[in-house]
Structures are given as C-alpha cells and as structure tokens.
C-alpha cells in the first residue's frame, strides 16, 4: 500500500497506460481521480477501479482546452481537497509523412500531448506544490528518437521533455519530484498492428508507482527510458 492515503490524478485513464496505472495506484491505496473525453469509456473505468475499494472520481476533460481543464482540476480539488501526484498521461498520434500532415492533425497531437500536459499542471501544480507530491510525464520512445512518418507526434513527446525539465527546476525547492517515463510499444489502442506484440500497460504502470511513491526526491528531473 505504497500509496495509502495519497489523490492520484491520472488523465487519459479511459483505457490503455493511464488506466493500468490509475488500476496500479488503487492496488497501492491511492483514491483516484480519471479524466478522458469519453464518457461511456471513463464511467465503465470507474466503476472497474472502484471495486478496488478506493475513492474514485471521474470527470469528463478535454485536457487541450483550458476551461476543461480548470473545471476538471477544480472537481478534483473539491472532492478531494489535496493532491498529491498527477500523472499527465493523455495523448494522441496521428501517422503521416511531414508533406501529408495537414494542420489540424498537427494542431490536435500537439494540443492535446504539449499544450495539454502544460494546461493540466498548471491548473493542480499549486495542489501538488502543498503536499510536496509528484508529477510525472509520460513522454514515449518518440521523444528519444525521431521516426517517419510521426513529426508532430515526436515534436510533442521532446517537447514533453523540454517541459519537465523546466518544470523539475521551477518546483525543486518546493520539494516536488518530477519525472518522465518514455515507453517504447505498450499493447493498446494506440499502438499501431505492426508494432505489436509490445510490453504490457501494466510494466508503465510498474514504473510509474515506484515513481509516485518510494522513489527517492533526489531521482527529480529523471528521464526514464522504458524501451529496453
Ligand atoms: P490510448 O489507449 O489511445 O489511450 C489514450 C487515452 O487518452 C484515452 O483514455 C483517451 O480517451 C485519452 N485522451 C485522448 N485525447 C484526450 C484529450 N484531448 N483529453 C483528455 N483525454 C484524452 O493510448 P495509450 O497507448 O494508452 O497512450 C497513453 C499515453 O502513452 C499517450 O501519451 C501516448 O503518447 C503514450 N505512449 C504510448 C505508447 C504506446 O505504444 N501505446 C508508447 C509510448 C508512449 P478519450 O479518447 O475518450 O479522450
């Protein structure tokens, strides 16, 4: 129960890596707060994690839009009163050459991995702050390393790291533990059918619960590459 006690805010937890660690921070303890867009998706979420025997909130979020955001951070703030690790987990990929990407998709995978990391630390960073909690990133093998045919989707997840290691200096006297995981393959939704068989949720998940709890404050600005 290396969590007992903690709010975890974990967004993106609909399905894939944000719910295996949202499942992971229950089996630790935590209560939980979930958002994704999807309504029908985060409810059956829920009531799954729910019968782990924590608190759960779940609140629908367009983690790219800030007044989402803001309501989303407000929820948890009023349910809960504190909050002690986010884990700013949701994105999106879009697979195209740079010559056949229009701006929308640009504009999407950007919004919602950068602008939307960004948005929802900001919005529980003063929450965070007071309890001397966590925030981790989850970035990908894409901010490591370039691939065709993904120029947004790894502009995004370097950019992720440009964000964190700013954001590790900016909170470091206040005690806050920052830290970016950087998955190779994980077996979801996302991962495109040739890339498959990839590592399991659960082993992000792993990582992610040791980084949120006994992980020592010293590991702060951390990149952890998770691609073997
Ligand atoms: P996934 O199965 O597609 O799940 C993505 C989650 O994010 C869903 O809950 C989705 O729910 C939510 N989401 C998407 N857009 C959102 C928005 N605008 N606001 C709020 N929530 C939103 O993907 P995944 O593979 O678990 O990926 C999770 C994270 O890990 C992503 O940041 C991804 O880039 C990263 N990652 C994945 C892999 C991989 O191989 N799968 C590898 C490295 C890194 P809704 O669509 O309902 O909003």
Same mark, same amino acid.
């Given at each position: 129960?290396?969590?007992?006690?903690?709010?975890?805010?974990?967004?993106?937890?609909?399905?894939?890596?944000?719910?295996?660690?949202?499942?992971?921070?229950?089996?630790?303890?935590?209560?939980?707060?979930?958002?994704?867009?999807?309504?029908?998706?985060?409810?059956?979420?829920?009531?799954?994690?729910?019968?782990?025997?924590?608190?759960?909130?779940?609140?629908?979020?367009?983690?790219?839009?800030?007044?989402?955001?803001? $309501?989303?951070?407000? /929820?948890?703030? =009023?349910?809960? *009163? #504190?909050?002690? %690790?986010?884990?700013?987990? &949701? !994105?999106?990929?879009?697979?195209?050459?740079?010559?056949?990407?229009?701006?929308?998709?640009?504009?999407?995978?950007?919004?919602?991995?950068?602008?939307?990391?960004?948005?929802?630390?900001? $919005?529980?960073?003063? /929450?965070?702050? =007071?309890?001397? *909690? #966590?925030?981790? %990133?989850?970035?990908?093998? &894409? !901010?490591?390393?370039?691939?065709?045919?993904?120029?947004?989707?790894?502009?995004?997840?370097?950019?992720?790291?440009?964000?964190?290691?700013?954001?590790?200096?900016?909170?470091?006297?206040?005690?806050?533990?920052? /830290?970016?995981?950087?998955?190779?393959?994980?077996?979801?939704?996302?991962?495109?059918?040739?890339?498959?068989?990839?590592?399991?949720?659960?082993?992000?998940?792993?990582?992610?619960?040791?980084?949120?709890?006994?992980?020592?404050?010293?590991?702060?600005?951390?990149?952890?590459?998770?691609?073997?």
């Amino acid at each position: 129960m290396r969590l007992y006690g903690k709010v975890c805010v974990v967004t993106g937890a609909s399905r894939g890596i944000g719910r295996a660690i949202a499942e992971r921070f229950v089996a630790e303890g935590a209560a939980v707060a979930i958002g994704a867009r999807g309504r029908g998706a985060l409810e059956a979420a829920a009531k799954a994690l729910a019968g782990g025997g924590s608190e759960v909130l779940a609140r629908p979020v367009d983690v790219s839009v800030a007044a989402s955001v803001q $309501a989303f951070a407000d /929820a948890v703030l =009023a349910r809960f *009163g #504190r909050a002690d %690790v986010l884990v700013c987990n &949701a !994105g999106v990929a879009a697979r195209a050459r740079v010559v056949d990407t229009c701006e929308k998709q640009w504009d999407e995978v950007v919004d919602v991995s950068l602008k939307g990391t960004f948005l929802v630390t900001r $919005a529980l960073l003063p /929450a965070i702050e =007071a309890a001397r *909690g #966590r925030v981790l %990133v989850i970035s990908s093998i &894409a !901010g490591r390393q370039g691939t065709a045919g993904s120029s947004a989707y790894c502009a995004a997840k370097h950019g992720l790291i440009g964000f964190a290691r700013a954001l590790t200096e900016e909170v470091r006297q206040a005690g806050v533990l920052v /830290a970016t995981i950087c998955p190779g393959s994980v077996d979801t939704e996302m991962l495109p059918p040739e890339f498959h068989p990839g590592m399991p949720a659960a082993r992000v998940a792993d990582v992610a619960a040791f980084l949120a709890s006994e992980a020592p404050r010293e590991l702060t600005g951390s990149i952890i590459d998770l691609f073997g």
